[in-house]
C-alpha cells in the first residue's frame, strides 16, 4: 500500500539489536497495539486484514489463506530489495492441539471488573464486580488457609473478564449484531428470553437452525439488517454457572426470578478442586456469583493436589510411574486405597507407589488387630446387663474413658464441626490425615503398647463375671464403637462389617458418635506421671532384655525411689503397681533411702529413680507371675493337679480378686 506510516516510541524495542525502527501490527500483537493507541491511532483504523476464517481480504494477496500465502510474501519480498535467508527460532503453538497459531485484533465481550454490578439486577449493588469479589473472599473459609490468599491476588490484580471465544463449538452467545456497525440489537434482553425459550424447545441447534427472520418478527425490526453472532461463550463461564443449574431447589431459601439480585440464593457448603481452580472453576464461580446474588455461591473452599509417584514426578505412561487406582483396589483392596488418600496430606501432591501404599498396608494391619482384639474380648459382654457406670470403674478404666473422650474430641475437630452431636468447641478442619495418623498411634502406642498390654492380666486371669472384667470390658465396648465412628468415613467397608458383627441392624452411617464422661484433669495428670515412670521401666527392662537376663517383663522385679507428686501417685496404686508396670514385683521406696550411683530423675512433679533386676520367686503355670509359693489346684483323678499362685487361686474358686485400680 502506498500510505505514510508514522513512527512511535515504545519502550519494548530495544536500542541495542537490529535498526532501531521496527514494523508496528497493532493488529497482530499485543505491545504493538497498546503502542499504537497510546499515541492516538484510533482503534478504527487499525487494518484487520486476516478475517475469521483465515483468509485474507484486500491487497495484493485478497483471498488467500493465511498459512498458504507464507510461500507468496516471501517470493515478493525476494524478488524486491529484500534478501531470504532461514532461521529457527520459537513459534507460539496451541497448547492443546500443538498447531501454530497467530496474534489477532479481535471483538470481545467483556465483564467489566471496576463498573458497579447489577446490569440485569433488580437491586444493584454500588459496589464493583472486583470489590464484592474481594469481600467475598474475606467471607469464605478456605482449606488449606494459603489459598485465600491466591486466590485474593488472582481477583485483585486481573483485567476485565473477556467471555467469548470464535471457535466453531460450545455455547453461543445468543446476540444478534448491526451488520454494519456491530452494535447489538436495541431489544437484545429481550430476545436473550426468547432465544432461550426456542433452545429449550428444540436443543442447541436450534440457535443456528433458526433464521433471524424468524427471531425479529415485531414490525419495528429490521432484520435483514442484523446478522447472529458466531462467537461462544467462554467455556469457564459454563463451569462457574453450575451453582445456578444445579443448586437451585436443594441449596436456596429464596428465589426470586430470572437474573434478579437477591442475597439469599444457591450456595454450597464447599467446593472442592484441585489448587489449579483458584483461576478457573472457583474463580469463574465467584465472579459469576457476585455478579447475580453480590457474593460467593460458596461457603468454603478446599482444594488438593495431584496424584504423583512415590519420587514427587507427575505420572505418565512414557516414564511407566503410572500407578492404576484400579490395580490399587484388585491387589490391596479399596480400604487400602481410601486410607492411602486420607492418610496423605492433599494440601500438597500425593505421593504414591508400590512403597508407600506397602506402609498403608501396615497401617491398616494395626487398626484391624486392635479391631479384632477388641471383638474378640467383649464376645461374652452385653452391654444392658454388664455395663459399668463410669463412677464404678476401676481407676485405669476411667483414665481410659478420659483419654478417649480427649482424643475424640481432637478427632472431631480435625473432621467437621458438624458431624454428630459430641462438637462444642471445635471447629471443623477437614484434615483428615492427621485423623488417620492420631487413630493409629492410639492403637499402636496408648492401647496396644500400655493399656490392651497392662488390661491382658485382667482380662485373662479373673472370673469372667468379675466387677474387675466387667469393669475393662465396659471401657473396651466404648473404645471398639468410637474407634469404629472415628474410622467409618474412611475405613467404610471395614467398618460397616465390624458394625454388623456387633449386631446393629441399621448402617453405622446414620449413627452419630458417642458421647464419653467428662475428662477428670486432675486423673489425667496423675497418670501422665505413671507413665513417665513406666517407659523408664521399659528402658530397664530393655537393657536386661537385650544381655540376656530376662525374656517377659514378668521375670522382673522393679524398685521405684520417688518423692513429690510422682511418689504420691505411685503409692496410690498399692500392691496393684506391679501390674502396670507389667512385672511380677513392684517396691516404691523414699528418694533419700537410694544410695545406688545410678542418676535420680528430677522432674517437674518431683524425682524419682529406678532399679530392674531378675524377680524372685517361682513362676505360676497360670497367669506367669513369679511368687513366693504356688498353691496345688485340680481335683484328680480327672484333672490334674497345677500349682498357681494364691490370686490365681481366688480367682478361679471364690468371687475373684479385689482390684480397685489397674
Not at 493465511?66 to 510461500?71: G, H, I, S, T
Not at 441392624?505 to 458417642?514: A, D, G, L, T
Request: overall charge negative.
Amino acid at each position: 500500500f502506498r500510505r505514510l506510516s508514522p513512527t512511535y516510541l515504545a519502550e519494548d524495542v530495544s536500542d541495542t539489536e537490529g535498526t532501531g525502527i521496527v514494523h508496528s501490527s497493532p493488529a497482530y500483537g499485543l505491545e504493538d497495539f497498546y503502542s499504537c493507541v497510546r499515541n492516538g491511532m484510533p482503534i478504527e483504523q487499525i487494518l484487520s486484514p486476516v478475517q475469521n476464517n483465515g483468509i485474507y481480504k484486500g491487497g495484493p494477496f485478497d483471498g488467500w489463506h493465511l498459512w498458504k500465502v507464507n510461500q507468496r510474501v516471501i517470493d515478493v519480498l525476494d524478488s524486491s530489495l529484500f534478501s531470504v535467508s532461514k532461521i529457527q527460532h520459537s513459534y507460539p503453538h496451541c497448547w492443546r492441539h500443538k498447531s501454530p497459531v497467530i496474534y489477532r485484533l479481535a471483538a470481545q465481550w467483556f465483564i467489566r471488573m471496576d463498573e458497579g454490578v447489577g446490569i440485569f439486577a433488580t437491586d444493584p449493588s454500588p459496589l464493583t464486580l472486583r470489590q464484592l469479589a474481594l469481600k467475598a473472599i474475606d467471607d469464605t473459609e478456605f482449606y488449606p488457609q494459603s489459598g485465600r490468599n491466591r486466590l485474593r491476588d488472582m481477583i485483585a490484580n486481573r483485567p476485565d473478564w473477556c467471555i467469548s471465544r470464535q471457535r466453531s463449538w460450545g455455547v453461543p452467545i445468543p446476540f444478534l449484531l448491526h451488520k454494519e456497525t456491530g452494535d447489538l440489537h436495541p431489544r437484545t434482553l429481550e430476545l436473550i428470553d426468547k432465544i432461550a425459550d426456542i433452545i429449550f424447545q428444540g436443543g442447541i441447534e436450534a440457535w443456528t437452525q433458526t433464521p433471524v427472520s424468524e427471531l425479529l418478527t415485531q414490525d419495528s425490526d429490521d432484520s435483514y439488517n442484523y446478522i447472529k453472532s458466531q462467537d461462544i461463550l467462554e467455556v469457564w463461564v459454563d463451569s462457574g454457572t453450575s451453582f445456578w443449574h444445579v443448586l437451585r431447589g436443594s441449596h436456596e431459601q429464596v428465589y426470586t426470578g430470572r437474573l434478579s439480585y437477591h442475597p439469599v440464593g444457591p450456595e454450597a457448603d464447599m467446593y472442592l478442586e484441585g489448587h489449579d481452580q483458584h483461576r478457573g472453576w472457583f474463580h469463574s464461580s465467584l465472579l459469576l456469583g457476585c455478579a447475580i446474588y453480590g457474593r460467593a455461591p460458596y461457603k468454603s473452599l478446599l482444594t488438593h493436589g495431584f496424584a504423583t509417584d512415590g519420587q514427587g514426578r507427575k505420572m505418565s505412561k512414557s516414564l511407566g510411574n503410572v500407578v492404576s487406582p484400579m490395580e490399587v483396589v484388585k491387589e490391596f483392596g479399596a480400604e487400602i486405597l481410601r486410607l492411602w488418600v486420607a492418610n496423605t496430606d492433599y494440601s500438597g501432591d500425593l505421593n504414591v507407589d508400590k512403597k508407600i501404599l506397602a506402609r498403608v498396608v501396615d497401617a491398616y494391619r494395626r487398626l484391624r488387630n486392635t479391631f479384632r482384639f477388641l471383638l474378640a474380648n467383649i464376645n461374652d459382654f452385653d452391654y444392658e446387663q454388664d455395663f459399668v457406670i463410669p463412677e464404678e470403674l476401676l481407676e485405669l478404666d476411667r483414665y481410659a474413658l478420659c483419654r478417649l473422650a480427649q482424643i475424640q474430641g481432637d478427632l472431631i475437630g480435625q473432621y467437621d464441626a458438624q458431624l454428630g452431636f459430641f462438637v462444642g468447641g471445635y471447629y471443623g478442619q477437614y484434615e483428615f490425615h492427621p485423623v488417620v495418623t492420631h487413630t493409629v498411634l492410639y492403637c499402636t502406642e496408648e492401647l496396644g503398647g500400655f493399656y490392651l498390654d497392662v488390661l491382658k492380666d485382667r482380662l485373662y486371669t479373673t472370673p469372667p463375671k468379675s466387677k474387675a472384667r466387667r469393669s475393662a470390658q465396659s471401657v473396651l465396648y466404648h473404645i471398639l464403637h468410637s474407634l469404629v465412628l472415628w474410622m467409618s468415613p474412611i475405613l467404610s467397608f471395614t467398618a460397616e462389617e465390624i458394625w454388623q458383627v456387633l449386631g446393629y441392624k441399621q448402617s453405622i452411617f446414620i449413627e452419630k458418635y458417642w458421647l464419653h464422661t467428662a475428662i477428670d484433669e486432675k486423673l489425667m495428670q496423675k497418670w501422665q506421671n505413671i507413665l513417665m515412670v513406666r517407659r523408664k521401666v521399659n528402658e530397664e527392662l530393655e537393657k536386661l532384655r537385650a544381655q540376656g537376663k530376662i525374656g517377659s517383663g514378668l521375670q522382673a522385679k522393679v524398685r521405684v525411689w520417688a518423692q513429690g507428686a510422682i511418689a504420691a501417685d505411685l503409692a496410690s496404686l498399692g500392691e496393684e503397681l506391679h501390674f502396670v508396670f507389667i512385672t511380677s514385683q513392684a517396691d516404691l521406696l523414699e528418694v533419700e533411702a537410694f544410695t545406688s550411683n545410678q542418676l535420680v530423675l528430677k522432674v517437674k512433679n518431683g524425682s524419682f529413680a529406678l532399679e530392674v533386676s531378675v524377680a524372685d520367686g517361682v513362676k505360676c503355670s497360670r497367669c506367669w507371675h513369679y511368687v513366693d509359693q504356688l498353691v496345688p489346684h485340680g481335683h484328680p483323678p480327672d484333672q490334674e493337679v497345677a500349682l498357681i499362685c494364691q490370686r490365681c487361686d481366688l480367682n478361679l474358686n471364690t468371687t475373684g480378686e479385689n482390684r480397685q485400680w489397674v
